[in-house]
């Protein structure tokens, strides 16, 4: 466990707006191979209701994870100090170390690995891998603070 210095910042390389547009547009991909044939066969309206499903449901997870990016988590003289942006709000939040817990997440494979931070057991953040977030900077929170 950390006790007197730790801190490590993350560049947003895209803001919130920027992040969604693109999570928008690339959402798009799949629902369109299945439209533009549905035109072509003459079954636009099926084709529209089942392309506007399945763009939801690729949208909507896409949307969840562009929401939250931490930007710098820094531990000085027993105090955590989280910061990060919610949307384009930015935020702080701070504590007592020992309060505060990291684990690793995943769900389908190694490259959609998730940091979850932890404050007294309750999940408060999860960050995916999104700009400069990657597996071994997860890696590096979890081994300062174990």
């Given at each position: 466990?950390?006790?007197?210095m730790?801190?490590i910042?993350?560049?947003?390389?895209?803001?919130?707006?920027?992040r969604?547009?693109?999570?928008?547009?690339?959402?798009?991909i799949?629902p369109?191979?299945?439209?533009?044939?549905?035109i072509?066969?003459?079954?636009?309206?099926f084709?529209?209701?089942?392309?506007t499903?399945i763009?939801l449901?690729?949208f909507?997870?896409?949307?969840?994870?562009?929401?939250?990016?931490?930007?710098?988590?820094?531990?000085?003289?027993g105090?955590?100090?989280?910061?990060?942006?919610?949307?384009?709000?930015?935020?702080?939040?701070?504590?007592?170390?020992?309060d505060?817990?990291?684990?690793?997440?995943?769900?389908?494979?190694?490259?959609?690995?998730t940091l979850?931070?932890?404050?007294?057991?309750?999940?408060?953040?999860?960050?995916?891998?999104?700009?400069?977030?990657?597996?071994?900077?997860?890696?590096q929170?979890?081994?300062?603070?174990?």
């Amino acid at each position: 466990m950390i006790e007197n210095m730790f801190e490590i910042k993350v560049k947003e390389l895209r803001s919130y707006n920027q992040r969604i547009v693109r999570a928008f547009y690339v959402s798009l991909i799949m629902p369109a191979f299945f439209f533009i044939p549905s035109i072509i066969q003459g079954h636009w309206v099926f084709g529209a209701i089942v392309s506007t499903v399945i763009f939801l449901l690729f949208f909507l997870p896409r949307q969840v994870r562009q929401l939250v990016f931490i930007t710098s988590i820094s531990a000085r003289n027993g105090v955590l100090t989280i910061v990060y942006m919610e949307g384009n709000e930015q935020a702080i939040m701070s504590g007592k170390i020992e309060d505060f817990h990291f684990k690793l997440g995943g769900r389908y494979s190694k490259q959609d690995v998730t940091l979850k931070v932890y404050h007294k057991d309750e999940r408060i953040l999860r960050q995916y891998q999104l700009g400069d977030w990657s597996t071994s900077k997860f890696n590096q929170i979890l081994a300062a603070f174990q």
